[in-house]
Nanobody, 113 residues
Framework: QVQLVESGGGLVQPGGSLRLSCAASGSIFTFKPMGWYRQAPGKEREFVAFISPGGSTTNYADSVRGRFTIYRENAKNSGYLQMNSLKPEDTAVYYC??????WGKGTLVTVSS
């Protein structure tokens, strides 16, 4: 059974930065693609970023490309989302996903002055 625990969310001013972390239990992390998704109040969950098992392939939603960076440290069973130049519209609960259907409980990011 895989468990994913996100951390690193919080309140940040527009233009600021945060780094989200996703810690995974179990032994399959290294072999699975992972991603970050987010859900803003009143909206559906949406894709944010993807990374392949070895880390060589990444993909981003258009809304975050150039501002967010996804990476992983398989030796630590951990994945990360570095978020820079944050905007109020980035406010959401951010979820870690391990392909295909393992999810964390989320961490709240609030971008506000």
């Amino acid at each position: 059974q895989v468990q994913l625990v996100e951390s690193g969310g919080g309140l940040v001013q527009p233009g600021g930065s945060l780094r989200l972390s996703c810690a995974a239990s179990g032994s399959i992390f290294t072999f699975k693609p992972m991603g970050w998704y987010r859900q803003a109040p009143g909206k559906e969950r949406e894709f944010v970023a993807f990374i392949s098992p070895g880390g060589s392939t990444t993909n981003y939603a258009d809304s975050v490309r150039g501002r967010f960076t996804i990476y992983r440290e398989n030796a630590k069973n951990s994945g990360y989302l570095q978020m820079n130049s944050l905007k109020p519209e980035d406010t959401a609960v951010y979820y870690c996903n391990l392909y295909p259907n393992h999810w964390g409980k989320g961490t709240l990011v609030t971008v506000s002055s």
